[in-house]
Each structure stands twice: as C-alpha cells, then as structure tokens.
C-alpha cells in the first residue's frame, strides 16, 4: 500500500462503533501491520475492553491530547516516519479528532482534517476518524464529509465518498466572545513596528506570562505582515483583552492562502510567509483562518481560555 487512505464513519451508538473500530484494529493486528490507537477515553476504554490487552496495539495520545493541530501533525508524522523507516508496508490508525460536541473549536480541527490528505500522504497509512452522531454538530458533519475520501460502515463496507472534494472544509470560523466589546485597538494599514508597539502597550498590566505576551506580539506582528504583503488592501488590525486573555484579528480583502496546509507544517518558503505562520500555530492557544464579513481574516488568542 502507498499513500494516505483517509476514511471515516458515523456512528450512532457505542454497540456501532465496535462494530466499525473493533474489526479494523483486529485486521491489522491478522496482517501483522502496526495498529495505532489514538482515541479520546471513552472510545480508547470500549476497545480496549474488545480487543483485550494484546501488546500488538499501540495506544497513542488522542488528537485531543494536543493542544494544537499543528502539534498532532508533528507528532503524528513523527511517529509514522519512523514505522515506514523501520519497513512498515501499511499501518493503519483509528482516532478522535476534537470538535464542539467535546468542548473544542471545530474550524481549525476541520483545517487539520483537510491538511492531512496532503500531510500523511507520503505513508503507508490507512487513517480511520470515527465520528459520534449523537454529539457531533452537522457543520462538522458536513466538513467531514469534505475531507475524507471514503467511508466504513457497521455492516463492515468501506466506500468510497461521494461528498469528499478538495479546498479547505466551508465552515466560518466563530468570532471570540471578547469581540462582543469594543477592541482596545483598531488600526487601519499599519506598519508591522506600529502593531507591535501597540500590542504591547495594550497588553501592560494584564497577567499573561512573559512567553505569552511575546507570542501575541509576534503573532499580531507575523500576520500583519502577511496581510500587507499578500493579501488587499485595506489591512485592519484589532485586539481585544481582558485581564488574562487577548484576542487579535487581521482582515484584508484578499482571498487568503490557497495551500491547506498553510500554518500547519513548517516550510522553508519563507518568502511566502508560511514559515511565521507554522511558529504561531505552534504558539497561541487558537488559530483560526477564514472568509468573514470584513474579507479575509486571521484569529489568534492567546492565554485564559479559549
């Protein structure tokens, strides 16, 4: 096998989640092909309870596990490279990616979901992201549709996807709570020095920590930047803060990077600008990248809760 086989399944009830899960890790296990489990507790608990204790299963942290994409990719394709280096011909993985039905922002998991069709192609990899109808939001049903070539069934089919399709998954990223109040700063076509001089100004006297204060500030800086460099005009920046937390956006008119996975890998293009954009994905606390009503924006926040 060569190349990324992406699959996911909808289930319903725990009893069709074994009957999905339990025949693809026992498959693996048969063909003697390294079998990952990179599943949230729940899911982790009913498998290991099927398949037994058989050491052939490696249990891996869950996507939720990471604080950001950009670290499960990393991690992940770690670990891939080095069963593909060791000789692996196919290596299958079943795990949860987070969304709101476990507490977590869906748009930039839904980047993830797209960015790995291009991320782990380059392995012997047969990828399988089950999904729990009961507690998954339809918008992220309907990018999951968008992003996964075929489908499992617990009648043990697997299909390929009529709905999977190419470009970045079609939900709006969702305005920060802090937006709801007036920004501390907006500021039209800035220089990056501008930003920079401002952010930190704006961010004396809360309690975020010395490295958190430094990210926002690059991270305000590397996206203005961007916006300037590669989007249209006008370029608005504006920040929001409480007493623990800031949020910073960045608008322009353009269309934004084509590349889905802009801001999730690190590149050596750095006059494209996606090498700064990888630091801050790697940084704040949440990302997002999207068509809003003012054009083109980027997301970032930093400290408290997201």
């Known amino acids: 096998m060569t190349g990324f086989y992406h699959e996911t399944a909808l289930y319903g009830s725990d009893d069709d989640f074994l009957a999905i899960a339990v025949p693809f890790v026992e498959g693996g296990l048969r063909e003697g092909q390294p079998t990952l489990v990179a599943c949230a507790d729940k899911n982790t608990s009913l498998l290991r309870a099927a398949v037994g ?3 052939a299963v490696t249990y891996l942290p869950g996507a939720d596990q990471y604080a950001r994409p950009a670290d499960a990719i990393a991690g992940y394709r770690d670990i891939f490279g080095k069963l593909a280096n060791a000789g692996a011909t196919r290596i299958r993985t079943i795990g949860d990616v987070p969304h709101p039905g476990v507490g977590v922002r869906w748009d930039w998991w839904g980047r993830y979901e797209n960015a790995v069709n ?6 012997p990899l047969w990828g399988l992201c089950p999904y729990d109808t009961r507690i998954t939001p339809p918008e992220v049903l309907a990018d999951v549709a968008r992003t996964h070539e075929y489908l499992a069934t617990a009648s043990g089919e697997h299909l390929p996807n009529p709905d999977f399709g190419t470009g ?4 709006s990223p969702v305005p920060d709570t802090l937006e709801q109040g007036a920004p501390r700063v907006s ?7 501008a930003v920079r001089e401002a952010v ?6 809360t309690t975020l920590t010395e490295d958190s204060a430094h990210d926002i500030v690059y991270a305000a800086s590397e996206i203005v930047t961007n916006g300037l460099s590669h989007g249209v005009a006008p370029v608005r920046f504006r920040l929001w ?4 937390r800031v ?4 608008s322009d008119q353009g269309s934004g990077p084509s590349d889905p996975l802009a801001g999730l890998m690190p590149t050596t293009a750095t006059r494209s600008a996606g090498l700064g954009l990888w630091i801050l994905h790697r940084t704040c606390d949440y990302v997002s990248m999207g068509r809003e009503e ?8 930093v400290g408290g809760h997201t």
Do not use: M, W, Y
């Not at 500021?187 to 020095?193: E, F, G, I, S």
């Not at 054009?295 to 926040?301: A, D, H, L, M, Y």
């Open 118 to 123: 291009q991320a782990f192609a380059e392995f």
């Open 294 to 301: 003012d054009g083109f924006t980027v997301r970032v926040s």
């Open 53 to 55: 204790d058989d050491d």
């Open 168 to 171: 970045l998954p079609l939900s």
């Open 241 to 244: 803060a409480d007493d623990s």
């Open 200 to 205: 930190s100004a704006a961010i004396t006297g």
């Open 247 to 250: 949020v910073v956006t960045v």
């Open 187 to 193: 500021l039209v076509d800035p220089t990056p020095a």
